[in-house]
């Protein structure tokens, strides 16, 4: 059974830090692209940051370039968000996606974990 279940988010305070996580299972984590999205009310979904599968490429929206870094763990089959500096605009709603192009697409999503930027 694919599972992708994401943790670590809450509420936080403009400037603060937070890290959330994606915990995978059930396909095999290193041959997956992941993407973290994140979804804020009345928005569409957009992608906040990629991360190839074996970690060695990475790439950010521009919103969150030099604040917020995306990394995995392939021996624990985890891919983290770290978040600084954040701003009440960052305040959404985070999924995790795992993507694989081989001959068909395999995709897979989390159900989200909630952030909120607020004094």
């Known amino acids: 059974q694919v599972q992708l279940v994401e943790s670590g988010g809450g509420l936080v305070q403009p400037g603060g830090s937070l890290r959330l996580l994606c915990a995978a299972s059930g396909f095999t984590f290193n041959y997956y692209t992941m993407t973290w999205y994140r979804q804020a009310p009345g928005k569409e979904r957009e992608v906040v940051a990629r991360?190839?599968?074996?970690?060695?490429?990475?790439n950010y929206a521009d919103s969150v370039k030099g604040r917020f870094t995306i990394s995995r763990d392939n021996a624990k089959n985890t891919v983290y968000l770290q978040m600084n500096t954040l701003k009440p605009e960052d305040t959404a709603v985070y999924y995790c996606n795992a993507r694989r192009n081989h001959l068909n697409v395999y995709e897979y999503w989390g159900q989200g974990t909630q952030v909120t930027v607020s004094s």
């Open positions: 991360i190839s599968s074996a970690g060695g490429s990475t």
